[in-house]
């Protein structure tokens, strides 16, 4: 860890158990890596057409963490993509001052399937919104895991978990270096109806390929 090697081991591990993060024995990290196994991964990335939208409602005194932890999660898995939502297009201000800007206000907002809400502040004028509009009722990310103790990456990714598939959670996990060991994830099993996917739109494209050369070769006599 940087802050271990900056600061101490005492330090580190003070920081470490206030963010709930799985602290290390070793300031070592060493990355984990991306195996064939995990073709799963590309696979999933092929299939364009079944992202969802995941709303992120941006409101001031946002928790970096939090965002972070959704934003860069559920977009590597190629399952989703994130969209910043608040009541206007203004900056928003950070817990500890970063400037956002979110793509969209409440009444340009593009089509939903999820909506999360990154604080446990009551917000009735977005759920009565999300109603109305998405049929969508806001989800809280504390709502994710009833242990306050877990870090919010490890609750994401158990979300993601719950409703992809297990490898597909362990897959991102690597992608942005949380520690697999300390994971505990339940989900669904490798979805083998991917693997036929990619075999029916092999065989389409064969047929279609064999069936212009035929109709060149025709053209040509």
């Known amino acids: 860890m940087v802050l271990e090697k900056l600061a101490g081991e005492s330090i580190a591990r003070e920081v470490a158990r206030k963010l709930h993060y799985p602290f290390t024995d070793s300031a070592q990290f060493e990355s984990p890596n991306i195996k064939f196994k995990d073709a799963l991964w590309l696979l999933t990335a092929a299939y364009q057409w079944h992202k969802q939208n995941i709303g992120v409602f941006l409101n001031n005194g946002i928790d970096e963490i939090n965002l972070t932890a959704v934003v860069d999660t559920y977009p590597q898995s190629f399952t989703a993509k994130t969209i910043s939502i608040a009541p206007e297009r203004k900056i928003i201000h950070s817990q500890y001052g970063l400037n ?84 505990e994830l339940e989900g669904k099993g490798v979805p083998i109806w991917l693997f036929f996917k990619l075999l029916a739109i092999a065989i389409i494209s064969l047929t279609a390929i064999s069936l212009w050369v035929k109709v060149r070769t025709v053209k040509q006599v």
């Open 100 to 183: 956002l800007v979110p793509r969209y206000d409440l009444a340009t907002a593009t089509k939903l399937d999820r909506l999360l809400v990154l604080d446990n502040q009551p917000h009735l004028d977005l759920d009565t919104w999300a109603k109305d509009k998405f049929h969508l009722e806001p989800e809280s990310l504390s709502s994710f895991s009833q242990d306050d103790n877990r870090f919010i990456f490890d609750s994401v990714l158990q979300d993601l978990a719950r409703r992809e598939n297990q490898p597909i959670a362990e897959i991102v996990a690597k992608v942005v270096e949380f520690p697999l060991n300390s994971l």
